[in-house]
């Protein structure tokens, strides 16, 4: 089981997958033991519920959620943030997992 758990919400849980993609080889490269996964918003409560998720990163495409996202996870101390547009844009691993685990601490 990973350390961590960075689960990232899309539209439909496509457009983030090549970001996850970099994500996992900067965390593989930092020696780091996390699981990162995409998922579309609408499956967002069923992944919640199932895993232990530590972190939540909203696309910036779906940042109108936020508000909700914050009511589901009141109470729950998992963080959430919108990833940063232009990191996004940019397909920028690094600089996204180092969004995700600067959250965590």
Do not use: H, W
């Given at each position: 089981m990973?350390?961590?758990?960075?689960?990232?919400c899309?539209a439909?849980?496509?457009?983030?997958?090549?970001?996850?993609?970099?994500?996992?080889a900067?965390?593989k490269?930092?020696?780091?033991d996390?699981?990162?996964f995409?998922?579309?918003?609408?499956?967002?409560?069923?992944?919640?519920a199932?895993k232990?998720?530590d972190?939540?990163?909203?696309?910036?495409?779906v940042?109108y959620?936020?508000?909700?996202f914050k009511?589901?996870?009141?109470?729950?101390?998992?963080p959430?943030a919108?990833?940063?547009?232009?990191a996004?844009?940019?397909?920028?691993?690094?600089?996204v997992?180092q969004?995700?685990?600067d959250?965590?601490?």
């Amino acid at each position: 089981m990973a350390e961590k758990t960075i689960m990232l919400c899309c539209a439909a849980g496509m457009s983030t997958s090549l970001l996850v993609s970099k994500m996992q080889a900067s965390a593989k490269e930092q020696g780091l033991d996390y699981e990162i996964f995409a998922t579309a918003a609408s499956d967002a409560d069923q992944q919640l519920a199932t895993k232990k998720i530590d972190v939540v990163l909203l696309g910036p495409q779906v940042r109108y959620l936020e508000a909700g996202f914050k009511n589901k996870l009141e109470g729950t101390n998992i963080p959430l943030a919108v990833i940063d547009m232009t990191a996004y844009g940019m397909m920028n691993g690094p600089k996204v997992l180092q969004q995700a685990i600067d959250l965590m601490k």
